[in-house]
């Protein structure tokens, strides 16, 4: 959205505090860009700091996944685009375009040897196949990223 250049000239003639207080809400309405700007701003971290924080646990998830078990092929297509959404949301707060492709990668590589055998014997066949495009989607998302 662009905004006319005398809207942009009267924000800029408000009060300090007035802005200050506009600012707050809005970053109450959006928590990603609020984040960020605690990542930007605040936080100690680096951009691979909290790459390998987000990694260990996606690590820690897929491994817990597998160890209670999935009640069909559709729950680990769940657990998946959830995971995704977690890699998703470290890539807007912190603009890693490495991480995007390197923590997509290693979530499909350890979903896939953790859970090989379940996926192989999964019935129904159909939402099998489901997963396995799934996968194969974002595995040619990450080729277009790199």
Do not use: W
């Not at 970053?27 to 971290?45: G, H, I, P």
């Not at 680096?46 to 987000?54: A, F, N, P, Y």
């Not at 817990?64 to 998946?80: C, P, Q, T």
């Amino acid at each position: 959205m662009t905004f006319p250049k005398e809207f942009k000239e009267a924000l800029s003639h408000l009060p300090s505090t007035e802005k200050d207080k506009l600012i707050l809400r809005l970053l109450k309405k959006d928590l990603v860009l609020a984040n960020r700007l605690l990542f930007e701003l605040v936080n100690t971290n680096t951009v691979e700091e909290q790459r390998d924080k987000v990694e260990k646990t996606l690590l820690d998830q897929i491994r817990r996944s597998a160890e209670n078990g999935h009640y069909s092929i559709g729950y680990l297509n769940f657990d998946v685009r959830d995971l995704s959404g977690f890699i998703t949301e470290h890539v807007k707060i912190t603009k890693d375009k490495f991480g995007e492709a390197h923590l997509n990668l290693i979530m499909i590589n350890k979903v896939l040897e953790v859970n090989k055998d379940f996926i192989l014997n999964s019935k129904p066949l159909a939402k099998t196949r489901k997963f396995c495009i799934a996968v194969i989607a974002r595995a040619f998302k990450i080729v277009m990223i790199v």
